[in-house]
């Protein structure tokens, strides 16, 4: 192979390897702190959810930016931490209630992953109502 196609492997496999271990270290994978299989096979398996939930992200963020110019502000973190103030909180009486800023910025970016407001708020009543014992 000719230098720049071994660059281009050698680039994509670092790639790789930086996301995982910013990915590893970001969900408290660096150390297991655990005391069984199953804990450590839970742990895992929530890092692959997690891997797959970043990849998502990291796709929707590339087609946010070949349509904007704000870069800084559709970075994979910048999504993680916009889509972090969208919340679901426990009133009393077992009542649940979708807390979200649903800004310019939000709705963009679930639009780019194929998510509305209205999924966001039907999944939020179902899970109320399955919680107080109603089945679908």
Same mark, same amino acid.
């Given at each position: ?8 492997? /050698? ?8 996301? /995982? ?10 150390? /297991? ?13 929530? #890092? ?6 970043? =990849?998502? +992200? ?10 904007t ?8 973190? #910048?999504?993680?931490?916009? +889509? ?9 009486? =077992?009542? /649940? ?8 910025? #939000?709705?963009?970016i ?23 014992g109603?089945?679908?």
């Open positions: 192979m000719d230098t720049i196609e071994a660059y281009r492997i /050698y680039h994509a496999r670092d790639s790789i390897e930086t996301q /995982y271990i910013f990915m590893k270290s970001e969900i408290g994978l660096e150390k /297991y702190h655990t005391g069984s299989d199953e804990s450590i096979d839970g742990k895992q398996f929530v #890092a692959f959810i997690a891997g797959i939930i970043r =990849n998502e +992200l990291t796709l929707a963020s590339k087609e946010i930016l070949e349509e110019d704000h870069g800084d502000w559709y970075s994979v973190p #910048a999504l993680i931490k916009e +889509l972090a103030d969208i919340r679901i909180k426990r009133l009393p009486g =077992n009542e /649940y209630t979708l807390m979200m800023n649903f800004g310019s910025q #939000a709705n963009n679930l639009t780019h992953l194929g998510i509305s407001k209205k999924k966001i708020e039907d999944y939020v009543l179902k899970q109320s109502l399955q919680i107080k109603h089945s679908f």
